[in-house]
Antibody
Framework: EVQLVESGGDLVQPGGSLRLSCAAS????????IHWVRQAPGKGLVWVSR????????SYADSVKGRFTISRDNAKNTLYLQMNSLRAEDMAVYYC???????????WGQGTLVTVSS | QSALTQPPSASGSPGQSVTISCAGTTSDVGAYNYVSWYQQHPGKAPKLIVY???KRPSGVPDRFSGSRSGNTASLTVSGLQAEDEADYYCSSYAGNNNLVFGGGTKLTVL
């Protein structure tokens, strides 16, 4: 069974940093691209970032470019999102999701909540 | 990276059909066969229900169908059931290694 389990969400002050993790199991992690998608409380889904299977190429939404860094450790079957210079508008549940060929996400984690507040 | 446009709400009675639209541009929905739809129940993770405009993952009932005309994609739910009440999101590849979602539609089964 495909499983993605996010962790690392926490309360952080504006301007602070946080690193999220996404532990994968039940499939060959190193063969798949992965998205990060976020959802602010009561709001819709917003794509954040994606990484290819070996970690050599990444892309980001304009709203996080230069502040967030996506990476992966295929030996540990784990995806990361390093978030710096956090803003109130970054507050959301962050999901990792497995990507298939057409940029669609066929499996999602349960999400981890990031709260940005002083 | 502008969001795709969805109606905020839709509704129908059990057994009826309802269609949710997803308006994009020639740079996203109209340019690529990479439109997908997700269903999200309250407090749950999204679930893929349609990919590549018209395809359904295994296990998704054929009551759910996707289509596209020009720059607008649509999701039709036929034979509405109570468990279909949820939020629905479209997404599309938007070129330059970017993905864009719609704002979401809350489907109410009356």
């Amino acid at each position: 069974e495909v499983q993605l389990v996010e962790s690392g969400g926490d309360l952080v002050q504006p301007g602070g940093s946080l690193r999220l993790s996404c532990a994968a199991s039940g499939f060959t992690f190193s063969s798949y691209w992965i998205h990060w998608v976020r959802q602010a409380p009561g709001k819709g889904l917003v794509w954040v970032s994606r990484i290819n299977s070996d970690g050599s190429t990444t892309s980001y939404a304009d709203s996080v470019k230069g502040r967030f860094t996506i990476s992966r450790d295929n030996a540990k079957n784990t995806l990361y999102l390093q978030m710096n210079s956090l803003r109130a508008e970054d507050m959301a549940v962050y999901y990792c999701a497995r990507v298939r060929g057409g940029w669609y996400a066929d499996s999602w984690g349960q999400g981890t909540l990031v709260t940005v507040s002083s | 990276q502008s969001a795709l446009t969805q109606p905020p709400s839709a509704s129908g009675s059990p057994g009826q059909s309802v269609t949710i639209s997803c308006a994009g541009t020639t740079s996203d929905v109209g340019a690529y066969n990479y439109v997908s739809w997700y269903q999200q129940h309250p407090g749950k993770a999204p679930k893929l229900i349609v990919y590549e405009v018209t395809k359904r993952p295994s296990g998704v009932p054929d009551r759910f169908s996707g289509s596209r005309s020009g720059n607008t994609a649509s999701l039709t739910v036929s034979g509405l059931q109570a468990e279909d009440e949820a939020d629905y999101y479209c997404s599309s590849y938007a070129g330059n290694n970017n993905l864009v979602f719609g704002g979401g539609t809350k489907l109410t089964v009356l």
